[in-house]
């Protein structure tokens, strides 16, 4: 699963009972990362709120667009 994804690759994801995952890598600007997503087609919220700055907030698509999102998400 996408969450299992996150955390193997050192994000730390907040429980939630929506359809959306609300994730953060110390030591890694949601800025960049949210760019890097933009510039493959691939959009996300991160939100400019002091505390929560470097989160991102991913709503779950369907099996291909996560697949297609694990392609692109940043591994480091």
């Known amino acids: 699963d996408f969450i299992g994804f996150l ?3 050192g994000w730390q994801v ?4 929506t359809n959306f995952i ?3 890598k110390p030591g890694v600007s949601g800025r960049q990362v949210y760019q890097a997503l ?3 087609g691939i959009l996300v919220r991160r939100f400019d ?3 929560i700055e470097e989160y991102l907030r991913i709503t779950v ?3 291909q667009q996560m697949a297609q999102l694990k392609t692109a998400f ?3």
């Open 7 to 9: 955390r193997n690759l």
């Open 14 to 17: 907040l429980d939630s009972s």
């Open 22 to 24: 609300f994730t953060t």
């Open 38 to 40: 933009k510039k493959a």
């Open 49 to 51: 709120t002091p505390g």
């Open 61 to 63: 698509g369907t099996a």
């Open 74 to 76: 940043p591994k480091e």
